[in-house]
């Protein structure tokens, strides 16, 4: 939370999927261990742009760099070191149905880290009781709650203490006590490892309790409509989309 050093840097970028662009022109940039939430409405290209920040598909254009890596020419090592060095919760959390939410949380330590079954195990149990899961790690995701899935989607996002994690909406679909809970549950994870979070969201009392900025996708102008914290956006003024969104509209 020391603010001062930029994790996520972009300049000018260009995101879409082959030739076509979804959003261009997106100039922002993110201090380490702070909050972003990516907002607008449905397709707008939210999913597409934690995508290509978290370096999983290459930018079209402009220049960004991740902890100081530069995503459109990583390649190799440090297209590994990316990988390694964040996390993944995807839209629909999707966790491995036939696997128990410790093995889940046990698979990307298998493939990154060079240790003991005995010692992932207890590192994926480590993980699963700072989520509030550690009764249910035996259990299979077709036996605990959707609150208690997207917990389990974050321990496996955490599984490798990332600097960054992305979340896209990790809220979707629970009711407000669940998704009060996972709020509560991002910053503590934040306050405790100074975690930099990216998350997707549609809550706007989520957004207001969690997030240190936002970045508001407008789709009719194909680029971003405000960038800066939730509560300056809670005031009528420049950016009246963005104002809408925070005071009435509820996009999907
Ligand atoms: N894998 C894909 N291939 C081609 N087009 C895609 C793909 N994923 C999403 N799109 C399109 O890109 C646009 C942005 O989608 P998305 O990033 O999923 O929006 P959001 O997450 O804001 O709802 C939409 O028009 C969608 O249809
Ligand atoms: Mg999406």
Redesign the pocket.
Known sequence: MSGGRDILVCQDLAI???D?V?MDRLSFALPAGRILAVI??????????MRALGGLDEPIGGRTTLMGIDLATAAGADRQSILRRTGFLF?GSALFSSLTLRENIEMPMREFLRCPAKEIRQLAEYKLALVGLADAMDKLPSEISGGMAKRAGIARAMALDPEVIFL?EPSAGLDPVSSGRLDELILRLRAAFGTTVVL?SHEVPSILRTADFCVY?DPETGTMGAYGPPKDFLQAGQAPKVHAFFTQARF?
């Not at 607008?40 to 742009?49: E, N, V």
Request: proline share 5%; charged share 20%; net charge neutral.
């Open positions: 879409g999927h082959g076509r979804v607008g409405p449905s397709g707008c290209g939210k999913s597409t742009l839209q896209d997707v996708l999907d």
